[in-house]
């Protein structure tokens, strides 16, 4: 009984370590190049990792986003807990956005371009 009950709680502590414990934060940016128009936007996923490279189940990572220039320019919605949209206002430019977490060894600084429509 007692080993059976050690080897439960020594699973749960490797399973703790490598499986839930975050190691890694991974930001995947889709377009850094967003166009004028509503249907133009770009997508900011901010995944946590573990020490097996895969998505850390059940652990969710609240960054900051901080305006280092163009705040007029875009608007930023947040999708879900780890998803950002941003969306270009009328005006054409350069964005600057910096990401901070405390799983982020450093805070991540972010360049999009504001360009007008292709159609128009």
Do not use: C, H
Request: charged fraction near 20%.
């Amino acid at each position: 009984m007692i080993l059976f009950l050690s080897l439960i709680l020594f699973t749960a502590l490797i399973s703790w370590m490598y499986i839930f414990n975050i190691y890694e934060v991974d930001i995947d940016i889709n377009n850094q190049i967003i166009r004028q128009g509503e249907s133009n936007n770009s997508i900011i996923e901010i995944i946590p990792l573990n020490s097996f490279g895969f998505k850390t189940p059940f652990r969710k990572i609240t960054p900051s986003v901080k305006f280092i220039e163009g705040s007029e320019l875009v608007d930023i919605t947040k999708k879900d807990n780890n998803r950002y949209s941003i969306q270009a206002k009328s005006d054409t430019g350069k964005v600057v956005l910096l990401l901070e977490s405390e799983y982020f060894l450093y805070p991540n600084k972010f360049t999009f371009l504001i360009k007008p429509d292709e159609a128009s």
